[in-house]
């Protein structure tokens, strides 16, 4: 009798089945960053990337796209510029093309896969027509205004080149741009972009994922003194400075130190990381 209530108890236990399938979270691809230095703009006024500074004090600011390589991809952050107008207009030294210092790195003009452009101005949309290959990504709300509303009456364009706007437009009906819509996005495996103030209508910077992130700011923020100093650059206008600080703030939170946070235009860059000519290995 006990051994029926044994077996009368078992059947009514439910049956165990396989184990459930427990999906993993992707991890980020890792990826190498390298600073490349393009050019050099010599006494720029240091007044102009950092508020409160010395308004005799001048700085080299270096002139930088970045190449991120891994997951079988060759990205640039920002493209640098070619046009000669520019070149005369703020006296550029130690100029090198900017597909000719990626290739100087190892990676071809047509070998690059995508092009990240963290806003329209000169020195960072310009050379978008030189890597014929790339998928070009930029803000939705940038595209939109730097085509259209900037050049009606009351839009504002300055540092805006006409012909790279008719190079972006170029590049958008050959079906090779991305419009990217809005802050926190993930535009490839590990790579996220966020919006800061408004450096630009709607400028943006770059997250790079994986066991040690990095941030690079581009112009939302220009200079490690920035961020020493708590100090909004002075490219933002007086509306938009708070949200800029904290838009630095929230890099430093993004990369998990501010020695992972990569200003734009500083040459500590080609300081704090092993360098070799005009590259820096940042990671």
Same mark, same amino acid.
């Not at 107008?85 to 790195?105: G, H, M, S, T």
């Given at each position: 009798?006990?051994?029926?209530?044994?077996?009368?108890?078992?059947?009514?236990?439910?049956?165990?089945?396989?184990?459930?399938?427990?999906?993993?979270?992707?991890?980020?691809?890792?990826?190498?960053?390298?600073?490349?230095?393009?050019?050099?703009?010599?006494?720029?006024?240091?007044?102009?990337?950092?508020?409160?500074?010395?308004?005799?004090?001048?700085?080299?600011?270096?002139?930088?796209?970045?190449?991120?390589?891994?997951?079988?991809?060759?990205?640039?952050?920002?493209?640098?510029?070619?046009?000669?107008?520019?070149?005369?207009?703020?006296?550029?030294?130690?100029?090198?093309?900017?597909?000719?210092?990626?290739?100087?790195?190892?990676?071809?003009?047509?070998?690059?896969?995508?092009?990240?452009?963290?806003?329209?101005?000169?020195?960072?949309?310009?050379?978008?027509?030189?890597?014929?290959?790339?998928?070009?990504?930029?803000?939705?709300?940038?595209?939109?205004?730097?085509?259209?509303?900037?050049?009606?009456?009351?839009?504002?364009?300055?540092?805006?080149?006409?012909?790279?706007?008719?190079?972006?437009?170029?590049?958008?009906?050959?079906?090779?741009?991305?419009?990217?819509?809005?802050?926190?996005?993930?535009?490839?495996?590990?790579?996220?972009?966020?919006?800061?103030?408004?450096?630009?209508?709607?400028?943006?910077?770059? =997250?790079?994922?994986?066991?040690?992130?990095?941030?690079?700011?581009?112009?939302?923020?220009?200079?490690?003194?920035?961020?020493?100093?708590?100090?909004?650059?002075?490219?933002?206008?007086?509306?938009?400075?708070?949200?800029?600080?904290?838009?630095?703030?929230?890099?430093?939170?993004?990369?998990?130190?501010?020695?992972?946070?990569?200003?734009?235009?500083?040459?500590?860059?080609?300081?704090?990381?092993?360098?070799?000519? =005009?590259?820096?290995?940042?990671?």
């Amino acid at each position: 009798m006990r051994a029926v209530a044994v077996l009368l108890l078992a059947s009514l236990l439910p049956v165990a089945g396989p184990a459930p399938i427990v999906a993993e979270t992707p991890r980020a691809p890792e990826y190498t960053i390298q600073a490349i230095r393009y050019a050099t703009v010599p006494k720029f006024p240091l007044a102009a990337l950092v508020m409160g500074a010395p308004k005799d004090a001048v700085v080299d600011i270096a002139m930088v796209v970045w190449l991120i390589r891994g997951d079988g991809r060759a990205i640039l952050f920002d493209s640098g510029f070619h046009r000669d107008k520019w070149r005369k207009d703020f006296n550029i030294l130690d100029y090198q093309r900017p597909d000719e210092a990626v290739a100087a790195a190892g990676v071809k003009p047509e070998e690059v896969t995508d092009v990240v452009v963290s806003h329209a101005h000169w020195d960072h949309m310009g050379g978008i027509d030189l890597f014929p290959k790339a998928q070009v990504w930029i803000q939705k709300e940038e595209f939109a205004y730097y085509t259209g509303d900037a050049w009606q009456p009351g839009g504002r364009h300055g540092g805006i080149d006409p012909e790279d706007i008719a190079a972006l437009v170029s590049i958008n009906v050959e079906g090779r741009l991305h419009l990217v819509g809005g802050d926190d996005v993930e535009i490839l495996p590990g790579i996220r972009v966020y919006t800061g103030a408004r450096h630009t209508f709607a400028s943006q910077y770059l =997250r790079v994922g994986g066991a040690t992130p990095f941030v690079l700011a581009s112009d939302n923020c220009c200079l490690d003194r920035n961020l020493a100093e708590h100090k909004a650059s002075a490219t933002f206008g007086e509306d938009d400075r708070a949200a800029n600080l904290a838009a630095q703030a929230r890099m430093v939170a993004l990369a998990g130190s501010i020695d992972r946070v990569i200003p734009g235009h500083d040459p500590r860059q080609f300081e704090r990381f092993p360098t070799e000519g =005009r590259v820096a290995r940042i990671h």
